[in-house]
């Protein structure tokens, strides 16, 4: 089964920015919506944000503000945009897909609903 590919991972002193890329044509049906996740050394993946087929968004708490999920109008990529980045951003990033049923409800916050995984890309921060 074809997975997405994250690029655009990289170092940044905090307070910089980043764009992630996440290329999905596998998941551009409308049955499906893509999202975001991260894992920080020593913690358990967490969710950043979820983008639904028509564009309504949701964030984890913890980057509301900060990031933006974006995707281009065919959905065959998906985008984060980081702004103001902290230390506490630095993680492996994940993108992922999700069926649509589960992308606006709370359910998008549990792991094991996501269907299929990236291989991730690594954001270092640095104070």
């Known amino acids: 089964e074809e997975r997405p590919v994250e690029s655009g991972g990289g170092s940044v002193l905090a307070g910089g920015s980043l764009t992630l890329s996440c290329a999905a044509s596998a998941y551009s049906a409308s049955r499906w919506c893509m999202g975001w996740w991260r894992q920080a050394p020593g913690k358990e993946r967490e969710g950043v944000a979820v983008?639904?087929?028509?564009?309504?968004?949701l964030y984890g708490d913890s980057v509301k503000g900060r990031f933006t999920i974006s995707q281009d109008d065919a959905r065959n990529t998906v985008y984060l945009q980081m702004n103001n980045l902290k230390a506490e951003d630095t993680a492996k990033y994940y993108c992922?897909?999700?069926?649509?049923?589960?992308?606006?409800?709370?359910?998008?916050?549990?792991?094991?609903?996501?269907?299929?995984w990236g291989q991730g890309t690594h954001v270092n921060v640095s104070s």
């Open positions: 992922a897909a999700v069926g649509a049923l589960v992308c606006l409800s709370t359910d998008w916050l549990t792991e094991n609903r996501w269907h299929i």
């Open positions: 983008i639904s087929t028509a564009g309504g968004t």
